[in-house]
């Protein structure tokens, strides 16, 4: 307790001296911008993959479990390595591994393009993307942000993982015409092309944290402030941390099933495919402005309180789904509130480990976090296929929904106040 309180006085004596919202945006503007390209990058085989699924499948013979099979590798070995990549962060700085990973992304994805019908072949391919995604995880892009940005750190939070919703808008639609235009083995490469094409130029000039060095200087003067907060060894012992852990798990295990598996539910009462698209592309949309809106209330609010709130929305569109029948303004109402918090969850994540661990080693400690994130991530849509194979329907799986996202809430409400936090006002 006196070692927490010592801190606390020495981020209130250091806050004297740490510039405001507006100074903050004035000098870094364009970090967040090109930290959210970044975070796009790496999710284009994710949110990318959707339009090649169909002609892999009608080329090659395969099931749609054989050509995805991939995201859950990937995703599962991004978990293994999520803290050892956070602690290489903390050492060496983010833009080596954002500019690298970039380039390795993109390449990796272009090799899909090379299939030849081999399973092993395939397996293959994904095995090197999951690698290549490494340099790109999400602690990659948030560390360089948090190092830049306090007075208004939510804000520049929720920027930068818009790179999420900025995928789902643009990779199904280039890769559709891609492909229209060229056969899905010439349009991976092509797509990886017009991507780096686009996004490396801006990371290059722009993304560098306060840890990162300059040619010539010895450390940018601003790199003291990360120096302030929880070492690895007692953010993991902590119970804060625990629960923060518990709540990532508990929410990216349902939200992500509850995406994956939107369009599908309400096929499976009777909607036909168009109007069931059209009903999920709300999710997209609003998880924009969920990011935004959550981003400004983290500014603003309590974190802690901001999150239980966010999180229980998913609970809300499951009891939704549970009545809703074929009811179209229930449907589209449920699929808002799904998308409002698909756009937040990393966002509060984040910002509440900034605000009780600080940033001396943020890039392991919320290494910890990807990696509860990313399995809740692998597992929860298999998860949902399970229970539907069981029982014939989604009604267990959105039961359950409710359960573990009241839960997940509750592990964020009774999290004490932060230790690390900036005062209102400041």
């Not at 801190?7 to 870094?28: I, Q, S």
């Not at 991939?70 to 290489?88: H, N, R, Y």
Request: a positive charge; glycine letters at 12%.
């Amino acid at each position: 307790m006196a070692t927490q309180k010592m801190r606390w006085g020495e981020a209130m004596l250091m806050d004297t001296d740490k510039p405001g919202a507006a100074t903050e945006w004035r000098r870094h503007y364009m970090l967040p911008i090109a930290a959210a390209l970044g975070y796009a990058t790496s999710v284009i085989h994710i949110y990318g993959l959707g339009p090649y699924i169909q002609p892999i499948s009608d080329q090659f013979g395969w099931t749609r479990t054989q050509v995805t099979v991939g995201l859950t590798l990937s995703t599962l070995v991004q978990a293994v390595f999520s803290v050892p990549i956070g602690l290489m962060v903390d050492r060496l700085g983010p833009r080596i591994f954002g500019l690298v990973g970039v380039l390795l992304t993109c390449g990796a994805f272009a090799l899909l393009g090379t299939a030849t019908g081999s399973p092993g072949q395939w397996y293959l391919l994904w095995a090197l993307l999951a690698l290549a995604t490494l340099p790109v995880q999400a602690t990659i892009w948030t560390s360089a942000v948090a190092t830049r940005f306090e007075a208004s750190r939510g804000l520049a939070f929720a920027i930068t993982l818009c790179g999420a919703s900025i995928a789902v808008a643009i990779f199904p639609l280039m890769g559709s015409w891609l492909i229209g235009q060229y056969g899905w083995q010439r349009a991976a490469p092509i797509q990886a092309a017009i991507w780096a094409a686009c996004s490396f130029p801006l990371i290059f000039l722009f993304f560098r944290g306060a840890r990162d060095r300059r040619r010539g200087e010895a450390v940018v003067a601003t790199a003291a402030a990360p120096a302030i907060g929880a070492t690895l060894a007692e953010g993991v012992r902590s119970s804060i941390y625990h629960r923060l852990l518990l709540a990532s798990l508990l929410f990216t295990f349902t939200i992500i099933a509850l995406v994956v598996h939107f369009v599908p539910i309400l096929t499976d009462r009777g909607a036909d495919p168009m109007r069931a698209a059209g009903i999920a592309s709300v999710v997209g949309l609003c998880s924009i402005i969920g990011r935004l809106a959550t981003g400004l209330l983290l500014d603003r609010f309590r974190g802690s309180l901001v999150g239980a709130g966010v999180f229980l929305l998913p609970a809300a569109a499951s009891l939704l789904l549970l009545g809703a029948g074929n009811n179209v303004a229930l449907l589209i109402a449920a699929a808002a509130l799904i998308g409002l918090t698909l756009g937040a969850e990393v966002d509060v994540i984040v910002y509440l480990t900034t605000q009780h661990f600080g940033l001396k080693t943020f890039g392991g400690l919320y290494g910890g976090l990807l990696m509860a994130l990313s399995v809740g991530t692998a597992t929860g849509p298999l998860g949902a296929s399970a229970i539907f194979d069981r029982f014939g329907n989604y009604a267990p799986f959105l039961w359950i929904t409710l359960v573990l996202m009241v839960g997940s809430s509750l592990a964020l409400a009774s999290l004490p106040r932060p230790a690390f936090a900036r005062p209102r006002g400041h």
